[in-house]
Every structure is written in C-alpha cells, then in structure tokens.
C-alpha cells in the first residue's frame, strides 16, 4: 500500500497541475476514479498482468470509459496519462493517483473530506450539527461521507486526512482488553 502511494504521489502532482492549469479540476477527478474502477474490475486486471495484452488497446479503453465518465472534459492530456501508466506498468496505481489528486484538489478549494463511520444510522441533522463544529476546527469546507459500521457496537469514528477520533466502543473496548493483558 505504501509502495503504491508513494509511486503515484508523482504522478498525482503532475494530473493535478494539467487540469489545475486547464481549470478542469472536477472533470479529470471524476475520469481518475472512473480509470481507477476499470483497472479493478478483475477482467481488466487479468488482461493488464496477462503476458501479451495489447498496451494500446487497453490504453484505449481506459480512457474511453474513463473520458465518457468525465464527459470527455479532460482532453487529450488523460490520454498521455493513461499511456504513460502502462508504459511503466503503473495501471495499478491509478486507485492511489484518484486519491492523491483528490487530496491535492481538495487542498486548493479549501476543502476537507471526513468520513464519519457509525454503528448506527445518524440522521441529517446530527450530520450538519458535525459538519458545522469540523468546519469551525478546520476551518476549512467541509465535505461529510457517512458510512454504517455495525462491528463498531455503538458509537461512531471521524477520520480527516491524517486525523481519527475514535469514539466507538470497540475501540473502547479494545483499549480495555489491552489494558487488562498487561
């Protein structure tokens, strides 16, 4: 994981740049994570390792799919991305490059993505009631995913980039367990 992240951190920077200069941020965001789902789909990622597969043609279809998903905004330049990824058998990467641009993206439009995971549904008004106290401590946009963890048991957990408040009660739980073997 590490390995992929730091070999896509590069070319991240350099997607960001094009479509931060073509001011196409959001179009090449979402032809990043449309390239990212058609090399994990697992045919695709049979073809890209198989000895023998036509580059171009997988180049081609890449970016067809990922252009078509983007409405065709990023131009040519997505094209020479894709090219140059499987030139240096990087395909691999692009979940990792979806994921550095977004963060780069997000930097520029002072903006934070945080992933609230909870073991139990949480309703839109405690939703805002939390974007609005992350916005006053980030001080930044924020943009609030939700996601339903039952393992969790109760409780939930906030992760922002490199941050993560934990309040569940597995994690209490484990905390205890730990405290208990020593």
Known sequence: MAEAVAIARPYAQAAFETAHAAEQLAQWSDALHAAALVVADSQVAALISAPGSNADQLVTL???IALQQSGGASGPEFG???RLLAENKRLHALPEIAAGFDVLKA???NRVQVTLTAASPVDEEQQAR???ALKKRFGRDVSLTFELDKSLIGGARLSADDLVIDGSIRSGLDK???ALSN
């Open 62 to 64: 890449i970016s067809e």
């Open 80 to 82: 020479n991305l894709i």
């Open 107 to 109: 930097d520029t439009e």
């Open 130 to 132: 939390i974007m609005d």
């Open 176 to 178: 205890l367990a730990s």
